[in-house]
């Protein structure tokens, strides 16, 4: 049980296209998913916290027009990230909690020419 | 908020040792505290979570104690095994009783290797 599954699992894209990254809980409903960008050989950093029905969170320094998040459904979370640029390029991990815990799905590698 | 601090950074073990890694916290009120392996190229698996109202717990070959007097928890792992190997994170509530319901701060990470 509590499977996340994330899609795309890897994608490449042109600097200044959007890429939509989906998040799905397969046996729960999430009230919160949350969604973090890792950098090589470092700690999690979490960008925003992802309600269902309500407007995301965003850290600080995060910025809400740049990475979209839509959580449209109890199961579903999405994150896009408009106008890619290089220095977007990471790995882009969500999470789903449907309480205190948070169960990870397998992360998305985007790598922006 | 809470602040999580993890030790050590890198821990290399011989193949049938133990594994100890651990973590201080700063917010007393915290009282969920997970654990995660994280594999190369693959997103975190919670390995073991323990609550406030336990000391230990364990699951095989992993354990989780916690001293909420010192405000620190500790991931034991016996009779280690290559597969082992990964990155483990604790974590903490990031805003225990506040509204941040779910949120968690995460140590910075233990990279183990364990060596046939």
């Known amino acids: 049980g509590a499977v996340v599954s994330q899609h795309p699992s890897w994608v490449i894209c042109k600097s200044g296209t959007s890429v939509k990254i989906e998040c799905r809980s397969l046996d729960f409903q999430a009230t919160t998913m949350f969604w973090y960008r890792q950098f090589p050989k470092q700690s999690l950093m979490l960008m925003a916290t992802s309600n269902e029905g309500s407007k995301a969170t965003y850290e600080q320094g995060v910025e809400k027009d740049k990475f979209l998040i839509n959580h449209a459904s109890l199961t579903l979370s999405t994150l896009t990230v408009t106008s890619a640029h290089p220095e977007d390029s990471s790995f882009y991990i969500c999470s789903a909690a449907p309480e205190e815990t948070q169960y990870f799905g397998p992360g998305t590698r985007l790598l922006v020419l | 908020g809470e602040n999580v601090e993890q030790h050590p950074s890198t821990l290399s073990v011989q193949e049938g040792d133990s594994a100890v890694i651990k973590c201080t916290y700063s917010?007393?009120?915290?009282?969920?505290f997970p654990w995660y392996k994280q594999e190369l190229g693959k997103g975190p698996q919670l390995i073991i979570d323990i609550r406030s109202n336990v000391g230990e717990k364990k699951d095989q070959r992993i354990a989780v104690t916690l001293n909420k007097t010192a405000k620190h928890f500790s991931l034991h792992i016996t009779e280690t095994q290559p597969e082992d190997s990964a990155v483990y994170f604790c974590a903490a509530p990031a805003n225990a009783g506040g509204t941040s319901y779910g949120k968690l701060t995460f140590g910075q990470g233990t990279i183990l290797t364990v060596h046939p």
């Open positions: 917010d007393s009120a915290s009282n969920y």
